[in-house]
């Protein structure tokens, strides 16, 4: 079945640091890829997606770019800020369906 | 546009008694979805609405938990009765034509 496996938290960073949080996916076929956020005390909010192979998702300085070859997504931010810190999602998009797998999520503290 | 809402934001309960979530999805979004997010854990699917019918409730505890969405628009989520491994953030999260879901800010159920 379809999965989603990101790399293992917390990440913590200085701000200004740059950020990479990993995520690789198992699907039959060709899903949508996507990136949540998740502030404390708050629901998920969308981040960035990707639909296709070669793709690339960006917003508010996140980047990631969906790879097929290496069936990864992973989450890129060149410089951090303190407002980052939270709970980032990686999730996969199964296309007939519109069911979303996440993974298990990552914690990000940005230290000033 | 307003978001996804939902309601209480906050319950707590002892074990066996019961509990009611609700959700308003953004207007005209025909699907609707209620996850169960465990601490430390990705959203996990529920239910699944298309209008009024369900799509996919197979991952819903059937003997406990309950949902409607008699009108095809706001929906209920019951557990009855509650067990302690139910304690979760319950999200709800509407999508329209295109594959992305909005999340509401979730309700946070601590059962003891």
């Known amino acids: 079945g379809n999965s989603v496996t990101q790399m293992e938290g917390p990440v913590t960073l200085s701000e200004e640091a740059f950020l990479t949080i990993n995520c690789t996916y198992t699907?039959?076929?060709?899903?949508?890829l996507f990136w949540y956020v998740q502030y404390p005390g708050e629901g998920l909010q969308l981040l960035l997606k990707?639909?296709?192979?070669?793709d690339k998702g960006s917003n508010k300085g996140f980047e990631a770019t969906y790879r097929k070859e290496t069936t990864s997504f992973h989450l890129e931010k060149g410089s951090v800020q303190v407002s980052d810190s939270a709970v980032y999602f990686c999730?996969?998009?199964?296309?007939?369906?519109?069911?979303?797998?996440f993974g298990k999520g990552t914690l990000l503290t940005v230290n000033p | 546009e307003a978001g996804v809402a939902q309601s209480p934001r906050y319950k707590i309960i002892e074990k066996r008694q019961s509990v009611a979530f609700w959700c308003n999805p953004i207007?005209?979004?025909?699907?609707l979805y209620w996850y169960q997010q465990i601490l430390g854990q990705g959203p996990k699917l529920l239910i699944q609405?298309?209008?009024?019918?369900?799509?996919?409730d197979s991952q819903l505890p059937k003997d406990r938990f309950s949902a409607e969405r008699l009108k095809g628009v706001d929906s209920t989520l019951k557990i009855q009765p509650a067990k302690l491994e139910d304690s979760a953030v319950y999200l709800c999260?509407?999508?329209?034509?295109?594959?992305?879901?909005?999340f509401g800010p979730g309700t946070r159920l601590l059962v003891l």
């Open positions: 207007s005209g979004h025909a699907t």
């Open positions: 609405f298309q209008n009024n019918g369900v799509v996919d």
């Open positions: 999260a509407s999508r329209g034509e295109r594959k992305t879901q909005y």
């Open positions: 699907a039959t076929g060709y899903p949508s």
């Open positions: 999730a996969l998009l199964y296309n007939s369906n519109y069911k979303l797998t």
């Open positions: 990707a639909t296709k192979a070669d």
